[in-house]
């Protein structure tokens, strides 16, 4: 059963023109606003606590964006995968990446098939799991770099190319991965240009000292929570356009573009810190990233309006996977984590920097 939500909320949010824009961002609030406590609320039936994590997974979900997450094994990473398919009515797939896994496992072959009919032989396309709304990619980092490309190519273009053919993937379409830190032995490192398509990298840590005993009561007993369907695809369809037309003030463009381009070593004025421990830093794409997630969390917190704390707020996610750590960095313990926290308090808000210049 799908929980009620009114249909032509999410009609009139994008599209009536006989409202006004001040009716159509109220509107569209409402909308969102119902629509993430209605997913949280079902999440929180089957997931305990990783509230930070379950808001960043909505967030790209809602910015159109895929996600990797990262944690040791038995932290409910593919649970909470599972569960969110559970409670959007869209088709789910979960495809366990293996070292012999290949790009026409997960993509579809041609296969000759005969037709009873005429006795003629051709060749008819058998969709792989790829043909589905979410993806849950399962330890993404143990296949070969040929099945990943495959993989890379679903995920920027949503679509597959076999033989001659492209088909087109159904919309929405997600990617939901998983990674172990640990136990790296016959993995293959996701290549920086795969690791780019994610919008967000998701760290999933240990549950608290009551989370973890509030698990163990509710995960050994014989209740299953019943779970709802909160959200149809025509209706995450027309959220993702809500976000989009989130408005973005000039300095907060001009803070997510100063943030991104500080962490290139090779750009002038960049911090000494990001000289010292920085080989590689974030490309275009992480301004656009922040700026979409930005919009997600506004408007997810009741805003038509981004504030620069938006940005903040997703930064870590969308940056710790795009800054490349040099020897140094390494030899000391700096992660990229430790570096974006130095960002966050070494690059000012534009707005910031003209107040101080009128102070002065």
Do not use: C
Not at 63 to 68: A, E, F, K, V
Not at 272 to 284: L, R, T, V
């Amino acid at each position: 059963m799908v929980l009620p939500m009114n249909e032509e909320i999410l009609e009139e949010m994008v599209s009536n023109e006989k409202m006004t824009p001040k009716e159509r961002e109220q509107q569209a609030i409402q909308g969102l606003a119902t629509a993430y406590s209605r997913m949280r609320e079902e999440i929180g039936k089957v997931i305990i606590g990783q509230h930070e994590v379950v808001d960043e997974l909505l967030i790209s979900l809602f910015s159109r964006g895929h996600s990797l997450l990262i944690g040791v094994p038995g932290l409910a990473k593919t649970l909470l995968v599972s569960t969110i398919s559970q409670i959007l009515q869209l088709s789910f797939r979960r495809i366990q990446f293996t070292p012999d896994l290949m790009p026409s496992d997960i993509t579809g072959t041609d296969v000759l098939q005969d037709d009873p009919e005429t006795g003629r032989r051709t060749f008819q396309f058998m969709q792989g799991p790829l043909f589905t709304n979410i993806l849950l990619a399962d330890e993404i980092n143990r296949t070969p770099p040929k099945t990943q490309a495959a993989l890379l190519e679903a995920m920027q273009e949503r679509h597959v190319t076999v033989g001659s053919n492209t088909y087109r993937l159904p919309q929405p379409f997600f990617v939901l991965a998983t990674q172990n830190p640990i136990e790296q032995e016959g993995t293959y490192p996701l290549p920086e240009a795969q690791l780019d398509r994610f919008m967000f990298n998701i760290v999933v840590k240990y549950p608290t000292e009551a989370e973890e005993l509030m698990i163990l009561k509710q995960t050994t007993g014989g209740e299953e929570p019943k779970l709802q369907t909160a959200l149809t695809g025509r209706q995450i369809l027309a959220l993702q356009e809500v976000v989009r037309k989130v408005p973005v003030a000039e300095h907060v463009f001009i803070y997510a573009r100063d943030l991104v381009r500080a962490t290139r070593p090779d750009e002038p004025g960049a911090p000494d810190f990001i000289k010292e421990y920085i080989s590689w830093g974030a490309g275009p794409r992480a301004g656009q990233y922040l700026i979409l997630g930005a919009k997600a969390r506004a408007i997810l917190e009741g805003r038509f309006n981004v504030a620069a704390e938006d940005i903040r707020a997703v930064a870590h996610p969308v940056l710790r996977h795009r800054l490349v750590t040099n020897f140094h960095a390494d030899s000391e313990g700096v992660t990229t984590n430790n570096i974006i926290d130095m960002l966050l308090k070494k690059i000012p808000v534009e707005l910031e920097k003209r107040a101080r210049k009128t102070v002065e």
